[in-house]
Each structure stands twice: as structure tokens, then as C-alpha cells.
Nanobody
């Protein structure tokens, strides 16, 4: 059974930084594409960043240059380093895992961690 557990969310001032972590279990982590999504108040869930099993990266335009996704296959963990945070980054951030080559509909989700950017 796949389990994804996020941590690292919290309250931060604009311009600040946070690092989110997502620990995975129940999967062969290195075979999975790992992603971070977020859902802001009154908004649909959106893709933030993705890292493939071979380390290829992809970011949404809204976070490009400010956020960095990385993975540690030895620790079965994916990270999201968030710098220069803005009010509009306020959201619940979700970790996602999908087996390479499988449809997104088959993916697994974490429970989410709240990030609030406020002065």
C-alpha cells in the first residue's frame, strides 16, 4: 500500500522560504515520478513541480526560478524548496506519486500540508 506523508508546511512571511518533504513507503521509489501539487483557497488543484525517475524536472510558470524539486532515492523522499514566497503561494501542498508510464489517474496522493504566506 502506497503511503505518502508530507511535512514542512507552516506560516511564513512574504519573501521567506520553506522546505517541504514527502516520505514515501510501499513503493519502489526510484521507479516513480514524484510531483508536488497545490490547491489554494477557492482554486482547483494545480501542478507545481515534477521530478521523473531519471531526474528530469518540470515546473509551473508561477514557481519557475523560485521553487526547486529534488529527490533522494536512498531516503524515499521528495523535497520542494520554496524561496521568495508570495501571498499567492498560500495553498495546501500535496505530494503525488505515479509509476513511470502509468496514467495520472492511477497515482497516489499524500494528505497535504498547509503553506500560508502572510505578513
Amino acid at each position: 500500500q502506497v503511503q505518502l506523508v508530507e511535512s514542512g508546511g507552516g506560516l511564513v512571511q512574504p519573501g521567506g522560504s520553506l522546505r517541504l518533504s514527502c516520505a514515501a513507503s510501499g513503493i519502489i521509489f526510484s521507479n516513480y515520478i514524484m510531483g508536488w501539487y497545490r490547491q489554494g483557497p477557492g482554486k482547483q488543484r494545480e501542478l507545481v513541480a515534477v521530478i521523473t525517475s531519471d531526474g528530469s524536472l518540470s515546473y509551473s510558470n508561477s514557481v519557475q526560478g523560485r521553487f526547486t524539486i529534488s529527490r533522494d532515492n536512498a531516503k524515499n523522499t521528495v523535497y520542494l524548496q520554496m524561496n521568495s514566497l508570495k501571498f499567492e503561494d498560500t495553498a495546501v501542498y500535496y505530494c503525488n506519486a505515479v509509476l513511470t508510464g502509468a496514467p495520472l489517474s492511477s497515482s497516489s496522493w499524500g494528505q497535504g500540508t498547509q503553506v500560508t504566506v502572510s505578513s
